[in-house]
């Protein structure tokens, strides 16, 4: 069985991931699941479980 090596990012390519992951957790995003849990309260109440 042969074992892959693990890529390592260095200098420019590691700054650029660095900076990239850096940019994106910024950003930050949200997700509206307020339909998701309308549809699941309905089940729950015609289940009788609220």
């Given at each position: 069985?042969t074992?892959?090596?693990?890529?390592v990012?260095k200098?420019?390519?590691?700054?650029k991931?660095?900076k990239?992951?850096?940019?994106?957790?910024?950003?930050g995003s949200?997700?509206d699941f307020?339909?998701?849990?309308?549809?699941a309260?309905?089940?729950?109440?015609?289940?009788?479980m609220m």
């Amino acid at each position: 069985m042969t074992i892959k090596s693990i890529p390592v990012l260095k200098e420019k390519e590691a700054e650029k991931f660095v900076k990239m992951a850096e940019k994106s957790v910024s950003k930050g995003s949200t997700v509206d699941f307020s339909k998701e849990l309308v549809k699941a309260h309905a089940i729950l109440k015609k289940a009788k479980m609220m």
